[in-house]
């Protein structure tokens, strides 16, 4: 995973050149220059040596709150070729979103941006919900809740979509299935499915 990290387009990992790359693979760490007492950015990574997922983290030595966390994680097609999800969330932590995810295909030692749409850019909150509520409800639940993706970092064929309440909103509960949806490699697609935790 270390090597397609070194591959990923340069927005993949804002402010930092490809020697800054391999200072932070090496390190687990690395402070971009010219901060001060007042803004330091420090990225952070993962060295844990899995075969599919990769970790890493944007954020603040000098106390902001702001971060942005990328997950990268290998997928293998029926036919043996490979692709790869690249995901990137942050924000704020009362206000996270997901910001981007691409999916590459992995051809001649170089990815490239896969055009099939395997998935969504951002789950919509309506699949999430019971029977339909009207639009003024569905504004109010999307106006509480942070939402990303998770590549999981355990299960090498499944993904998910999250919702995390970043306020009491126990008045909107009913309307709510689940928090959660994954989506399950098959060889040939992503196979969605709403997860259903049982008390």
């Not at 993962?46 to 942005?68: C, E, I, K, M, N």
Request: glycine share 4%; proline share 6%; net charge positive.
């Amino acid at each position: 995973m270390t090597e397609i990290f070194r591959l990923l387009p340069a927005d993949c990992t804002p402010e930092l050149d490809s020697n800054q790359r391999d200072t932070l693979l090496k390190n687990g760490e690395y402070v971009l220059p010219g901060g001060d007492s007042m803004e330091t950015v420090k990225y952070t990574i993962d060295r844990t040596a899995s075969p599919f997922y990769l970790h890493y983290v944007y954020d603040f030595t000098t106390g902001q709150r702001a971060f942005l966390s990328f997950e990268l994680k290998k997928f293998t097609r029926k036919d043996g070729s490979i692709l790869f999800i690249f995901s990137r969330y942050g924000g704020v932590p009362v206000d996270a979103q997901q910001q981007e995810l691409i999916v590459f295909d992995y051809k001649n030692k170089k990815l490239i941006p896969n055009k099939e749409n395997l998935l969504l850019k951002e789950v919509p909150i309506k699949h999430y919900l019971k029977n339909n509520p009207p639009d003024s409800i569905v504004s109010k639940i999307k106006n509480v809740m942070n939402s990303s993706y998770s590549l999981n970092s355990e299960n090498p064929n499944s993904i998910s979509f999250n919702l995390f309440p970043i306020v009491p909103f126990e008045e909107l509960q009913k309307y709510i299935l689940e928090h959660s949806i994954s989506f399950t490699w098959n060889g040939k697609k992503f196979v969605k499915k709403l997860i259903i935790y049982k008390e």
